[in-house]
C-alpha cells in the first residue's frame, strides 16, 4: 500500500480579533490506499479542521503556520485554483453529517446525482448509482425533492454522490450522527461495501468508538490539534496504548458494564494558542509523571501504534481496558 | 401504598388531520407508571411517538383518550403544577436565554414561585454547586460556556424548584462521549439525592441503559415491551427490541 494521503506536522491556527487559537497542533497521519481510516476525539480536538484540509476547504480566517499536507504526492496548499477545483470533483467525495444541508433543497435528486457525476449521464446510469446506494425505487428518487426523503434515504443520495465519479477517498464527517440509531449501521454497511467495490480510502471523522470500531480497519486519536495514537482499530480500542485513549475508552457510555460507574475524563480539553512545548493531556491524566510537563512527546513507534506517549509501554503494559472485553 | 408519580393507562393521542385528511394517532393505547426515585428509559425510532408521550407525561399535551394521573390525582391545570414538573431537552440553548446571566436564568423558577430574594440567592448557590459549578458561573452567560456545562445550567434550572417529575428528552444526545459520561452521573447522583422520579427518552440504548430501572420500546405509537434493564443487556422479547439493540452493538 502506499500513501495516499499525507499530513506532516500540519499547524492550523484561527485568528479572532484578540487572539489565535491553534485547531491543529502539528498533526502527523497518513491515509494509505484502499484502507479505511476512523479519526476519532471529543469535539475542539481538530478532526473537522483536518478534514475539511484535505480538500484546503478551510474557512478564510485559518492560517497555515507549520506543514503541508500531501495528497497523491502534490500539496494540497500549494496547488492552483483549477487543481484544487480538480481535486475537490475527482478525487474526494465528502459526507457530511445532516444530508439535508448537502443537498440543494430546490432540485430534483436525479438532476443533483447527474452533475456529481460529471459529462451527461444517461438516466439509467444514475438509476444503477443509486440503486448501488441501496435505494429501492430509483426512479421515485429521482423525481423526488430532498424534503421529500428521509434522512436515511437522503444519506444514501449523498453517498452515491460521493463516489460518483470514482473517487479515490471519501470523506465522512460524523455521516451517521444526524440518522436514527436503528439504521445508522446499515448505512454505514452500505457506505464501507461501496468503498470497497470502488477500493477507494475512507477517512470517518466521529465520536462513535464503537461504530467506528466495525468499519474502520485503523483508528487515529486526535487531542488538542494532535493525532495521538494511531493503530489498528481491533488492538487501539482494546489495549490502547495513549492514556487520552483509555480514559476515552473509560468514559463511553456504550461500553459501559452493568452496575458499573462510568469514569469520565475529569477537567475540559484546553485551548491551544502556541506550540505545545509539553503533554497537552498532563493535567487530566492518571498516568503523568513530572516529564509530561516538561518535555513534549514526539510520536514514535511502539508496537503496532504510533503513539505521542513518554510512557506509551507502561500504559499498553498496565492493564487492557476495552470497549468489547468482558468483565473479568 | 404510594401512588407512583406519573401513571397513564390507555392513553391515546390523535393528532388532528387538516381539512379532509384523516387525524394522525401519535401514541396508541400505552400504559405506564414511573414511582419516585425511579427512571424510566423510553426508546425508540424518531417518529415513533416517544416525544408525544414525553409532554403527556408532562401534562402538556391532554390524552384524547385514557387517563392521565399526577401523584394519584387528576392532572388538573397546569398553574397548579408549577414547580413540580420539569424538562431538560436535547439542546441547553432551548432552556437558556442567550441574554440572561446563568444564574438569573436558574433563578426564574423560584421568582414564578415567589420565593424570597435572600432564599432564592442561596439556593441558587447551593443547586449550581450541586451541578458541579462554581459560583462564578452565575455571572456568565450561556455563550460563554461549553456544551456540557451549558448542559448543568439547563439542569440546575430545572431542579431549582425540586419538581417530583422530570423528562429528559434526548437531553445527553448532543453531548460528547466523555461529556456524556459526566452528564449521565450527574443525573444519577442528583436522582439519588432529590428523590424525583424522571422519564429518559433517547434513541441512544447504551445511555437509557445505563440510567434506567426499567426501560420500555415504543413502535410507531405503540409501546412494545416494558422490561427491567438487565433484560436489554441480554436478550430482550420482542424482535423489535432485538433490532434496536443489534443496531446498536
Redesign the interface.
Known amino acids: 500500500m502506499s500513501a495516499l494521503v499525507e499530513v506532516r506536522d500540519l499547524t492550523i491556527a484561527y485568528d479572532s480579533i484578540d487572539r489565535s487559537v491553534l485547531a491543529l497542533d502539528g498533526a502527523e497521519l497518513t491515509i494509505e490506499a484502499g484502507e479505511s481510516l476512523a479519526i476519532v476525539g ?2 475542539g480536538s481538530g478532526k473537522s479542521t483536518l478534514g475539511m484540509a484535505i480538500g484546503r476547504l478551510l474557512p478564510p480566517e485559518a492560517r497555515r503556520l507549520n506543514g503541508d499536507l500531501i495528497y497523491e504526492g502534490r500539496s494540497v496548499f500549494a496547488a492552483g485554483d483549477e487543481e484544487v477545483r480538480s481535486l475537490r470533483r475527482d478525487k474526494l467525495g465528502f459526507i457530511f453529517q445532516s444530508p439535508m444541508t448537502a443537498l440543494d433543497p430546490t432540485m430534483r435528486v436525479g438532476r443533483q446525482v447527474a452533475l456529481a457525476a460529471g459529462g451527461r449521464p444517461e438516466i439509467a446510469d444514475i438509476a444503477a448509482l443509486l440503486e448501488r446506494a441501496e435505494l429501492s425505487d430509483p426512479e421515485r428518487i429521482m423525481r423526488s425533492f430532498p424534503h421529500q426523503l428521509s ?1 436515511g434515504m437522503a444519506q444514501r443520495v449523498v453517498i452515491a454522490m460521493a463516489i460518483a465519479r470514482g473517487q479515490r477517498l471519501v470523506i465522512a464527517d460524523e455521516p451517521t450522527a444526524s440518522l ?7 448505512v454505514m454497511a452500505t457506505l464501507s461495501r461501496l468503498r470497497r467495490e470502488n477500493s477507494a480510502s475512507l477517512a470517518i471523522f466521529s ?1 462513535d ?2 461504530m467506528v470500531g466495525r468499519h474502520a480497519d485503523r483508528i487515529a486519536v486526535m487531542y488538542a490539534g494532535r493525532v495521538v495514537e494511531t493503530g489498528p482499530s481491533a488492538h487501539v480500542l482494546r489495549f490502547p496504548a495513549h492514556p487520552y485513549t483509555r ?2 475508552m473509560a ?4 461500553g ?1 458494564r ?1 452496575g458499573v ?5 475529569p477537567g ?1 480539553p484546553p485551548v491551544v494558542t502556541a506550540r505545545a512545548e509539553n503533554c497537552a493531556f498532563a493535567p487530566r491524566c492518571s498516568a503523568r509523571q513530572s516529564l509530561c510537563f516538561e518535555r513534549r512527546p514526539e510520536t514514535r513507534r511502539v508496537h503496532d501504534r504510533i503513539v505521542a506517549c513518554h510512557f506509551a509501554e507502561r500504559v499498553l503494559a498496565q492493564h487492557h481496558v476495552g470497549i468489547n472485553e468482558p468483565s473479568a | 401504598m404510594i401512588a407512583p408519580v406519573v401513571s397513564l393507562s390507555e392513553v391515546w393521542v390523535t393528532y388532528r388531520g387538516g381539512l379532509g385528511r384523516p387525524g394522525i394517532d401519535a401514541v396508541k393505547g400505552a400504559s405506564l407508571e414511573i414511582s419516585a426515585s425511579e427512571t424510566l428509559g423510553l426508546v425508540g425510532e424518531s417518529g415513533c411517538g416517544k416525544s408525544t408521550l414525553g409532554k403527556v407525561c408532562l401534562g402538556l399535551v391532554r390524552p384524547s383518550l385514557g387517563e392521565m394521573l399526577f401523584c394519584g390525582e387528576r392532572f388538573g391545570h397546569l398553574r397548579k403544577r408549577r414547580g413540580q414538573l420539569a424538562v431538560v431537552l436535547q439542546f441547553p440553548e432551548w432552556a437558556l436565554n442567550p441574554r440572561i446571566r446563568c444564574g438569573r436564568s436558574v433563578e426564574e423558577p423560584l421568582v414564578v414561585l415567589g420565593a424570597h430574594p435572600a432564599e432564592r440567592r442561596r439556593r441558587v448557590q447551593a443547586m449550581l454547586e450541586s451541578v458541579g459549578l462554581d459560583g462564578g458561573f452565575a455571572e456568565r452567560f450561556p455563550g460563554q460556556l461549553s456544551g456540557g456545562q451549558r448542559q448543568r445550567v439547563a439542569i440546575a434550572r430545572a431542579l431549582i424548584t425540586e419538581p417530583r417529575f422530570i423528562v429528559f428528552d434526548e437531553a445527553v444526545s448532543a453531548l460528547d462521549v466523555s461529556v456524556q459520561a459526566q452528564v449521565l452521573n450527574l443525573i444519577l447522583d442528583l436522582q439519588t439525592q432529590h428523590g424525583f422520579g424522571a422519564l429518559f427518552i433517547s434513541h441512544d440504548l447504551a445511555a437509557t441503559r445505563y440510567l434506567s430501572r426499567r426501560i420500555a420500546v415504543m413502535r410507531e405509537g405503540e409501546i412494545v415491551e416494558i422490561g427491567s434493564r438487565d433484560q436489554f443487556y441480554d436478550r430482550p422479547e420482542h424482535p423489535y427490541s432485538r433490532s434496536l439493540l443489534d443496531a446498536d452493538s
Open positions: 471529543e469535539s434522512g436514527d440509531a436503528s439504521i445508522r449501521d446499515r465520536h468508538l464503537r480514559a476515552l468514559g463511553a457510555v456504550d459501559a452493568r460507574r462510568l469514569e469520565p475524563i475540559a
